[in-house]
C-alpha cells in the first residue's frame, strides 16, 4: 500500500535496466504534493526521485503502517538525547543516508551544512542519481 496507489515506490537492491522513475510532484516550500484539475502532477527523472527523497526524509520511518519499514527517516530519534553535538550532526547524516539509499535510483547521498539552531536541524542533502545530481534542503 502507498500513499499514491498509481505509482510503485521504489525497490531495494538495483537493477541496470531500471524503468524511468516516476512520482508526484511536490510542492516543497508548502510540504504538500501538486494538484492540477484534481489530479496529482506527475514528474520524471531526476525530479520525480528527488520528489520522492524529499518525502522519505519528511516521514518517520516505524510510525505509519501503510509504509513499508524501509521507507522514512529516524530523525526522531535524535529528540531527548543527550548525545554531544558532534554526535548528534553524525548521527542526523547517517539516518538521511539510510533513508535515502534504500531507493535503487540515488547512488550517494551528501549531507553538508547540518547545524541544530536550537530544537530545529538544518542541513543540505545532495543526491546523486541515476539521473544526475540533485539538492535539497531539510
Known sequence: ???FPMFSTPASGGSADLPLFTDVAMDYNAGTPRWES????VVTGLEAVK??????????RYLWPIFDWSYGCE???????PYQEGTKRSEA???IQD???VCPYITAVNVSDVVFDGS???????????????????
Open 99 to 101: 533513508a535515502l539509499l
Open 1 to 3: 500500500m502507498t500513499l
Open 38 to 41: 484534481g489530479q496529482p502532477v
Open 75 to 81: 530523525l526522531e530519534a535524535l529528540v531527548g538525547q
Open 51 to 60: 520528489s520522492w527523497a524529499w518525502r522519505a526524509v519528511a516521514t518517520a
Open 120 to 138: 530545529t536541524l538544518h542541513m543540505g542533502v545532495e543526491l546523486t542519481t541515476i539521473y544526475g545530481k540533485e539538492g535539497f534542503h531539510v
Open 93 to 95: 547524516t547517517r539516518y
